[in-house]
């Protein structure tokens, strides 16, 4: 049985590293564009990324001034046992949010929208969110925290399908082209991409493939792999680099998740991470051990299934990682 202090605990050490530590993924990615920028301005804004999470690592400080909307994706073993189960759970991961908004400290971002009451601990009603998944042959709890912006860097459109792949490419331009002028986003960022679904099911895809794959890492369909690396290659060729100054520097990577959808439409989200892609996963074992890491593998084989059953021969996959 996995204990409700353990879970508690974990997650509030959890928004310290997503706070404060850049992933080693995310700063491989930064550090590789840095060095190809030719734009005066944007390798500049790169450079002073690159010293300020040096600060932020060595002073144990948050990263960004804005430490955006603290959130929970919890993949869950169908063998795990929680004590006082899931609704001991959402407990834990509520108090874990409060204590680490004043501990570490976090910009106390939530408000009702209409009432504007503000607990001055980033929880109220739904707040914060929660997504959840569950694996197959496991008895481990996966915790993930993402500290993501709430008011911008996400559209949506409703293509259909004669509009094709060029229709795909010239949404995905007319949205990083929008945020970069308007500062709608803080690029570059790990852009992810929703196709299909219903609205809001595409509209989670495109969060989830922004914000829970790691830089480098491609969809394991061969069409949507290509794909994702010929839209990263058309953000970073439109003129514009980090926060939208002259450059190339747009799109640390790009991620397509799709799901099956109407059969008139082709719904599309765009969602951008952020410059400070905060993350921070840690699976606890039944055993008590917990073991942190920065990839969240939250598309797993059985997460993708395409039919009724899933790919038994995936379990492997599940048992190791």
Not at 29 to 40: L, V
Not at 104 to 117: A, D, F, G, M
Not at 143 to 168: A, C, E, Q
Not at 182 to 205: E, F, H, N, Y
Request: aromatic letters at 8%.
């Amino acid at each position: 049985m996995i204990p409700k202090a353990l879970i508690e605990e974990t997650a509030y050490q959890l928004m310290f590293t997503a706070g404060i530590e850049i992933p080693e993924d995310y700063l491989a990615g930064i550090k590789a564009m840095a060095s190809a920028e030719t734009g005066d301005l944007s390798a500049f804004v790169l450079r002073a990324m690159l010293e300020n999470w040096e600060a932020a690592k060595d002073d144990r400080r948050p990263m960004c001034a804005d430490t955006g909307l603290p959130r929970y994706f919890v993949k869950a073993g169908n063998e795990a046992v929680i004590e006082g189960g899931f609704v001991a759970l959402e407990q834990a991961l509520r108090s874990a949010t409060a204590r680490a908004t004043h501990d570490i400290p976090l910009r106390p971002n939530r408000v009702h929208p209409l009432s504007r009451l503000d607990h001055d601990n980033n929880v109220g009603v739904n707040a914060p969110e929660i997504d959840y998944s569950f694996e197959p042959g496991a008895e481990w709890l996966d915790i993930t925290t993402v500290h993501k912006g709430g008011l911008f860097g996400s559209d949506y459109r409703m293509l259909f399908p004669g509009d094709g792949i060029d229709g795909i490419k010239r949404f995905l331009l007319d949205t990083l082209i929008a945020f970069g002028k308007r500062g709608l986003a803080c690029q570059p960022a790990i852009v992810g991409v929703g196709l299909g679904g219903s609205k809001d099911v595409c509209m989670t895809l495109g969060k989830q493939a922004a914000c829970l794959r790691v830089v480098g890492d491609r969809n394991p369909d061969p069409e949507i792999a290509k794909l994702e690396l010929e839209l990263k290659d058309l953000g970073n060729s439109i003129g514009m680099g980090a926060m939208g100054f002259v450059g190339s520097s747009m799109v640390v990577d790009c991620h397509v998740e799709v799901g099956y959808t109407h059969t008139g439409g082709m719904p599309m989200s765009v969602h951008c991470f952020c410059l400070s892609s905060r993350r921070a996963v840690a699976r606890i074992h039944a055993d008590g051990r917990v073991e942190q890491r920065t990839d969240p593998q939250w598309f797993t084989p059985y997460l993708r299934r395409d039919t009724v059953e899933w790919p038994q021969n995936a379990a492997g996959l599940r048992k190791s990682g």
